[in-house]
């Protein structure tokens, strides 16, 4: 546990001082540049349209931070050979993994607190009102975030190119958020089509379950509330991760 | 007549690299037959021109690839992460980590190492000492220059001082000042009783200060020799041309 703590901490002082987080700057820039647009508009638009706007900047800048970091830390390292330093050490490889992986999500979770921060206070110095469902929406950005996160990590050790690893964690996030609506055109498939549907719901990330805005239409909440969702993405880093372990032990560098 | 102690141990290994593109499978037999013995604490060439197997063999050693056929021994045991924490590397290029300090980078690999902090402390300030670090151990690595770097580079392979040293191109991309100090450095630490093991094309260099060399050919020890001055050139030629 002792390496997999020091892994983190030292990858998330990396990733802090790294370049990759001035795409927080360009998130403050477009918050405050559609704030001042809207602001021509009635005061409901004008919120609604922050909020939106705010929301999908936090979720898509902190994807793509992540997403960078994991492809370093599970291709390029292997690549320009930097990961030869840990590796030729007595330390286990698959806690040098879980390290790593947990600095990228910590650093993902600093960067969600950051730009949730600046538009939690704009929406504040427009409503006058703070509401709590913003922090909950953080938090489950930074679910689907750890969830892509180890996804991209798995896919990045099994790569052959940086490229490849970009673009098919790139698709299992589009596909990850489409699997709900896909659910609602069962009844017009094939048999055959549902069973292809219902494995890849089990082998993406479905998240339709981590949408607040379905919590809030009342899909969810009425049945169990917001833990069924926190345990399933939890269970599912886990099991992505123990993969990505695996495959990382017996990977040669 | 006395036994001597082996660092390192290859009993006709065989290594073959494999990439998959397309469903087809493209394979290149980087060792064949391979076999070689350092013994404890001498300097030990391994000389090669470029694709003759030289990184692959280190890489063996240090656990990071695995061989398909033959056996290993590093200080008499299988390579594992055991018996590496008994052993230095240092890479044919400075990869490292860029937005550390060698300070943090030196804490974070003795941590893994296995070195309370006390020992820590103790292995940086004699480190920083043998290698002259003082003025940029605070520094940003990707802000040091090559040199700089060259030397966190070997210094991380000091932190935990190892039994057995393994020096993969040492002098790569040194100017003429950088590559003496380096010699200094490694038969210092020779001197010390560690055990070397460095790969070079540069045979003069090798020359200097190695007791035997291995020239490899095609993925085989094409022959092993103890180095003798001004000879090193020719045996080098006659073994691989």
């Given at each position: 546990?002792?390496?997999?703590y ?12 790294s ?41 898509f ?9 994991a ?16 590796l ?24 969600i607190?950051?730009?949730g921060?600046?538009?939690t ?41 940086q ?31 549902v ?5 890849f ?5 479905n ?34 991760m123990?993969l ?10 | 007549?006395?036994k ?17 593109h ?30 003759a197997?030289?990184?692959?063999a ?20 299988k390579?594992?992460?055991?018996v590496v ?6 890479s ?20 893994l ?35 700089m ?11 935990h001082?190892?039994d057995?040293?393994?020096l993969d ?10 590559i ?13 009783g ?48």
């Open positions: 546990m002792k390496a997999v020091n892994v983190a901490k030292y990858t998330l002082l990396e990733n802090a001082r370049k990759s987080f001035s795409l927080s700057v360009v998130f403050i820039a477009l918050v405050f540049v559609s704030a001042f647009i809207f602001a021509k508009l009635s005061e409901v638009v004008e919120i609604r349209a922050i909020q939106d706007i705010g929301m999908g900047a936090v979720q800048f902190s994807f793509l931070t992540a997403l960078f970091f492809v370093k830390v599970a291709f390029v390292e292997g690549q320009n050979k930097t990961i030869y330093l840990p030729t050490r007595p330390v286990k490889r698959s806690e040098y993994i879980f390290g790593r992986y947990l600095g990228i999500i910590l650093s993902a979770a600093l960067e607190a950051a730009m921060m600046l538009l206070i704009l929406l504040y110095l427009k409503q006058a009102k703070f509401d709590s469902f913003y922090f909950l929406s953080y938090f489950f950005i930074f679910l689907k975030i750890s969830m892509i996160t180890a996804v991209t990590v798995l896919i990045s050790l099994a790569s052959t190119s490229a490849s690893a970009f673009i098919f964690s790139f698709l299992v996030w589009i596909t990850g958020h489409s699997l709900g609506e896909v659910e609602f055109l069962l009844d017009e498939m094939s048999p055959a089509m069973t292809m549907v219902r494995i719901k089990w082998i993406f990330p998240y339709t379950l981590l949408n607040l805005a379905d919590y809030t239409a009342g899909r969810f909440m009425a049945a169990a509330g917001y833990l069924p969702a926190v345990l399933y993405a939890v269970f599912y880093v886990f099991a992505v123990w990505a372990a695996a495959v990382f032990e017996k990977k040669e560098f | 007549m006395e001597v102690e082996k660092a390192l141990e290859f009993r006709d290994v065989g290594k073959i690299y494999r990439r998959n397309f469903f087809k499978t493209a394979e290149t037999a980087a060792l064949k037959d391979f076999s070689l013995d350092v013994n404890k604490g001498e300097i030990f060439c391994l000389l090669g021109l470029n694709g197997g030289k990184t692959t280190v890489k063996l050693a240090l656990n990071l690839i695995f061989p398909d056929s033959g056996d290993i021994k590093v200080l008499g045991e390579p594992s992460p055991e924490s008994r052993v230095g590397y240092v044919e290029s400075p990869y490292l980590f860029p937005y550390l300090t060698a300070r943090e980078l030196f804490n974070l690999l003795g941590i190492s296995g070195l309370n902090a006390a020992r820590r402390a103790q292995a940086m300030d004699r480190i920083c000492d043998f290698l002259s670090m003082g003025d940029f151990i605070d520094k940003k690595i990707g802000e040091c220059s090559k040199g770097q060259q030397r966190v580079l070997l210094a991380q392979a000091l932190i001082d190892p057995l040293l393994i191109e040492p002098y790569s991309g040194l100017d003429p000042v950088g003496a100090q380096m010699r200094q450095y490694i038969e210092k630490l020779n001197a010390e560690k055990t070397i093991l460095m790969t070079s094309h540069l045979i003069a260099e090798s020359e200097k200060i190695a007791a035997r060399a291995g020239i490899l050919k095609a993925g085989r020890i094409a022959k092993v020799i103890p180095v003798r001055q001004g000879l090193l050139e020719k045996e080098f030629l006659e073994a691989v041309l």
